[in-house]
């Protein structure tokens, strides 16, 4: 796992470092390794949207088109909107709603319009045409849906994971297809990403 997260450390995604480590059937060879990063030639979103992550850019602007439109979970009519994208109405037990309007309207978060290869799909293109049947993957994060399907395609038996995934279906998927879903034991993930912090 510390070789995965490693390999975390050269991504400049501005929203999550991932790292990925394949290795063979007894647990001992590594066969490839990846990070999320924008496609070779492309730079980072760092460098291209100012500092923006681009999906949450396409998110914002939608959203900001979508007006006005009425809070979901309060009622609250909104004619105008901008960051943080939280609504500032009441609910009828005279609370604050908070209704984070990106997750409440794109609860996938945008993951389908990333413009980065994931660390496990790099991974996995790495192999360079070896066999990943029965392989295990470690990740520092669960895979999302996209990755998914590249892991049971690609045969690998067993994910292990430090950091969980909000997207259920990406859990679904893999068990369904037979791959065995592991947290990685011995660290918390926040005691882990401590120790394992990338120096400045």
Known sequence: MATAVSQSHASQCLQRKVGALIVDEENRIPLSVGYNENPIGMESCFSLYDQVCYKNRVIESRLEKMVPFFCPDCGKKHDKIGPPYVCDGTTDKKQPCRCNFRR??????????????????????????????????????????????????????????????????????LKTNHVVIEPFEGFKPRVFNQVFRQVE
């Not at 669960?142 to 279906?169: D, H």
């Open 104 to 173: 409440k309207f794109f609860p996938s978060r945008g993951i389908e319009l990333c413009t980065a290869i994931h660390a496990e799909e790099r991974a996995i293109l790495s192999l360079g045409g070896r066999n990943a049947n029965g392989c295990t993957i470690y990740v520092n994060t669960f895979p999302c849906f996209q990755c998914a399907r590249q892991i049971v395609n690609a045969r690998i038996k067993k994910v292990v994971y430090v950091e969980a995934y909000p997207i259920e279906e990406a859990v679904d998927f």
